[in-house]
């Protein structure tokens, strides 16, 4: 018979990104690595070998990543980026975020519409609220994340959200706490970065 041993939660791993040279969580950072064609590429699972490179998750670092050659520098070897990197990992992030939250919501650990999310909430049951970025200031003022601002993601278009619920649209979501919420919190929080400039 298999035991499983718990292990106290460590701090999160940090790297430090090629353009600010500083040090953060992995949280605000996106991985790259170079492909057998010399090609950089994002690498938001972080599971691709060879040697990783750690970029700001926003526009203005990956941008300045590009136009200033620093792939090929922190490599170490020839890397070429295509200059519209920065929209492809934001379209990656997206369709992650949105696939994610999908796969909640088929696991009953997601709900849409104001009521259902306002139910969540009251009983305790949210771990995250999510919230369209186009939905309106009055209407997104009616909830409130369960526990503070970590706990909103309010990255997404309500057709995006929209997409994840198989609707046209969502303003109002909710996730309970579990493995799938916890990564669509890591990747939005990358995602808003990229998104707020």
């Known amino acids: 018979m298999n035991e499983v ?17 500083e040090t953060e969580g992995k949280s605000g950072l996106i991985r790259f690595a170079v492909g057998p ?7 938001v699972l972080e599971k691709l ?8 998750a926003s526009r203005k670092a990956i941008d300045e990543a590009v136009s200033k050659g620093l792939f090929a520098r922190a490599a170490k070897a020839p890397a070429k980026a295509a200059p519209d ?3 492809q990992v934001e379209a990656i992030l997206a369709r992650r975020v949105v696939d994610m939250v999908s796969m909640g919501r088929k696991a009953g650990r997601a709900v849409a519409g104001l009521e259902k999310v306002k ?12 919230q369209a970025s186009d939905g309106s200031e009055r209407g997104k003022t009616a909830l409130r994340p369960p526990d503070g601002p970590e706990t909103l993601i309010d990255c997404l ?3 995006e959200l929209g997409m994840a619920f198989g609707r046209d ?18 990747d939005a929080t990358r995602l808003a970065g990229l998104r707020s400039e």
């Open 5 to 21: 041993h718990w292990k106290k939660p460590h701090a999160e791993a940090e790297r430090r990104c090629i353009v600010t040279r």
């Open 37 to 43: 064609d010399n090609q950089v590429v994002p690498d």
């Open 49 to 56: 070998p060879g040697r990783g490179m750690w970029v700001t």
């Open 85 to 87: 990197l920065s929209d």
């Open 119 to 130: 139910g969540w909430l009251m009983d305790d049951k949210a771990a995250v609220l999510l």
């Open 157 to 159: 278009t309500s057709s």
């Open 169 to 186: 649209t969502v303003i109002h979501a909710a996730m309970t706490k579990d493995g799938i919420t916890n990564r669509v919190l890591y």
